[in-house]
C-alpha cells in the first residue's frame, strides 16, 4: 500500500468524527436525527466503513461488492425511515463528496508532493464507484419513502423530485410502477383562487387524477387559501387509457422541443384528457400551459408551463380547449414583458367596457376562426346581432375586427383580460 493509502488510513476516523460534524452543523434535519446516540453512532460508524473500504479497494481498481452496496442502500433506507427530506438526503450527499475530495487532498499535501500516481489511481476509482455508491444510496432512500409514505405522497415525492432534477426518481418511479423515459410534458394547471373548503376539496380530485391516469401529479397551493397550481409530469412515450401509445418527440424536432416548447398540436390525448378532467371536476375558472422537455431539463419546462398558464384565458369547463403551448400565446407572453405595449392593449380593452358583451364577442368569433354562423352559435345570438356587436368594436376602437390590425390587437387584448392579467 503506498503512502496516500496509509495516510488516508490513519486519517478515517478523525474523517468520519469530521463528517459527522458537518452533517450536524450543516443540516437542520441531521441536527434532530443526531440527538438520538444509536443514530449517530450508526452514522459514525458508516462514515468510518466507508473511508476503509475505499482504502481497501481503491489501490488496485476493486469494485464494490453487492454486499458492500447492500449495506450502502440499507443506510439510505434507514435515513428515509427518520424522515429525512429528499432535499436534506441531496445535501447530504453532496457534502460527503465535498468531504471525501477534501480529505484526498489534505493527505496527498501531507506527502509534501509525492504519490502522483497513487492520487490518480484514487481519483481513478472514486468517480465511477462513487456513482455506484450514490445510486445505491438513492435506491435504498427510495424503498424507505415508499414505506413511509401513502401512495398519493409518493406521486408528488416523484413529480418533484422529477422537476428538481434528483436522481432519487428513477427509483421512486420503479417502485411505484411508473416509468420514468427520457422526455416529458410538463403541465401547470392555474387555479387563481378557490379559498379554505376549495383547497381541502382539491385532494379528492388530485388523487382521482392520480389513480385515474398513473402520471406524476403534485397539488402547489398558496398559503391562506388562494389558489395554486396542479403540476402534472406525464412521460411522453407511456400508454393511455385507451391503449394507445402517445408519440414520443421526434429526433428531429427535439431541439426546437427543448428551446421553446411542443410545437402546435404536438400535446399527446392523455394531457389534454387529464386537463378537462380536472377543469371539469374543479368547477372554477382556471388556465393551463404545458411545455415539452427531457428530463435534464423539467425545471426549465416548468418555468415555460408556469408562464404559459399565466398568459392563457381563464375559462371554466366545458369551454375548454386542453393546455395551451408557446405556439398559442407568444404574442401575450411578449406583451407581458413590454409593460407600454401591455398598458396600450388595456387601454383598448377598457373601450370596449361601454358595449354590450363585445369582449365576449370577440373571444368567440376568433376562438371559432371569424366563421360567424359558429360564433353566433356559441353566443347564442342571431348572427346579425354579432354583427352589430362587431361594428360596435370597431365604433369604440377604432379597429376591424376581421382586418389583419384587427386580428392581431384585439385577439392579444381578448386573451390578456380573459388570463386576469389586468385585474
Known sequence: MGSL????????SASARREVEAYVREIPEFARLDADPRTRAETLEYAVWLRRRTIELSPHGGELTE???GFIASMGESRAGTGLSLESRQRILRLHTALMLREINEATDAQRGGGADELLRMMGWFAPQGERGIGAYCAGFATGLRRRLPYGEQVALLARSLLAGDPVAVELGRGMGMEVPEWWVVTVI???????????DLGGEVEALVKTYQVPVVWCGVEGGGGGELIAVVPVGSVEGGGSPVSPVPPASASLTSLSGPVPGSVPDLVCDLVRDFAGALGRPCAAGAATASRSDLADALDRARRISRAAP?????????????ADVFVELAVADVPPADDWLHTVARRLDPGPDLLATLDAYYRHDMNRANAAAALNVHPRTLDYRL????ELTGIAPASTHGVRVLSSVVTRRLSGAWN
Do not use: I, N, Q
Not at 392555474?190 to 381541502?200: L, N
Not at 381563464?314 to 380547449?321: D, G, H, I, K, T
Not at 361594428?391 to 370597431?394: M, S
Open 314 to 326: 381563464l375559462r371554466r369547463a366545458p369551454a375548454w380547449p386542453g393546455p395551451h403551448t408557446l
Open 67 to 69: 454486499a458492500d452496496l
Open 190 to 200: 392555474r387555479v387563481p383562487e378557490c379559498g379554505a373548503a376549495g383547497e381541502r
Open 391 to 394: 361594428r360596435r368594436v370597431r
Open 5 to 12: 493509502f496509509e495516510e488516508l488510513a490513519r486519517r478515517a
